[in-house]
């Protein structure tokens, strides 16, 4: 197992893109929140920054899964590949 990792023969990168699909959606989702408190507390009309927050609250948490989505495409892709080189050597 460790020289299979050592040789980059096994991928560990699928394992951290769910990792960081929940770090960014509660990213995404604190940059709504803060860009909403900044405008209701505007001094000079914050109604575009809580528009805009609500729309990160909504729309983040799907930018950020099709971003991790494409990752994992990649490597499987990656797998695919590699399997089908075994095969047809």
């Given at each position: 197992m460790f020289s299979k990792l050592l040789n980059f023969d096994e991928m560990?990168?699928?394992?951290?893109?769910?990792?960081?699909?929940?770090?960014?959606?509660?990213?995404?989702i604190l940059?709504?929140?803060?860009?909403?408190?900044q405008g209701v507390n505007s001094?000079?009309?914050?109604?575009?920054?809580?528009?805009?927050?609500v729309l990160t609250i909504l729309f983040g948490p799907f930018l950020v899964r099709i971003y991790c989505e494409l990752v994992i495409v990649i490597f499987e892709i990656?797998?695919?590949l590699v399997e089908l080189n075994r095969k047809t050597k």
């Amino acid at each position: 197992m460790f020289s299979k990792l050592l040789n980059f023969d096994e991928m560990v990168t699928p394992f951290f893109v769910k990792i960081i699909y929940w770090l960014g959606v509660v990213g995404v989702i604190l940059t709504g929140l803060l860009t909403i408190i900044q405008g209701v507390n505007s001094h000079y009309g914050g109604g575009a920054q809580v528009i805009g927050g609500v729309l990160t609250i909504l729309f983040g948490p799907f930018l950020v899964r099709i971003y991790c989505e494409l990752v994992i495409v990649i490597f499987e892709i990656h797998k695919v590949l590699v399997e089908l080189n075994r095969k047809t050597k």
